[in-house]
Nanobody, 123 residues
Framework: QVQLVESGGGLVQAGDSLRLSCAHS????????MGWFRQAPGKEREFVAG????????YSADSVKGRFTISRDNAKNTVYLQMNSLKPEDTAVYYC????????????????WGQGTQVTVSS
C-alpha cells in the first residue's frame, strides 16, 4: 500500500521561504505523477503544482507561478515543493498526492494522499 508523508510545514513571515517534502513509501514512486494541493479553512482543496511522470514536465496554479517550484527525486522517493516569497494567502494545509501518468490538476485524478502539513504565513 502506498503511503505519503509530508513534512516541512511551519509558521513563517511574509516573504520567507519553506520547502515541503513528501516521502513515498513504495517501490513504484517513479511511476506516479505527483502533485501538491492545499486547503485553507472554509475553502475547497485547490491544486498548487504537479509534475508529470510521463515527461517530467511541471505545471502550477497561476496563484503560485514564479514563486513555487515542484521537483522530485526518484532515488529518494521524494517530491518537494519549494515555496518562495510566501504570502499570508498561502496559509493552508498542504497535501501531496500521487496519481496516474499524465498532467493532473484535479483532486479527483489523484489516488493517494498524505495527511497534510500546516503552513502559516503571518503578515
Amino acid at each position: 500500500q502506498v503511503q505519503l508523508v509530508e513534512s516541512g510545514g511551519g509558521l513563517v513571515q511574509a516573504g520567507d521561504s519553506l520547502r515541503l517534502s513528501c516521502a513515498h513509501s513504495g517501490r513504484t514512486f517513479s511511476t506516479y505523477t505527483m502533485g501538491w494541493f492545499r486547503q485553507a479553512p472554509g475553502k475547497e482543496r485547490e491544486f498548487v503544482a504537479g509534475i508529470d511522470v510521463s515527461n517530467g514536465n511541471t505545471y502550477s496554479a497561476d496563484s503560485v507561478k514564479g514563486r513555487f517550484t515542484i521537483s522530485r527525486d526518484n532515488a529518494k522517493n521524494t517530491v518537494y515543493l519549494q515555496m518562495n516569497s510566501l504570502k499570508p494567502e498561502d496559509t493552508a494545509v498542504y497535501y501531496c498526492a500521487g496519481g496516474y501518468p499524465g498532467r493532473r490538476s484535479d483532486y479527483s485524478q489523484y489516488a493517494y494522499w498524505g495527511q497534510g502539513t500546516q503552513v502559516t504565513v503571518s503578515s
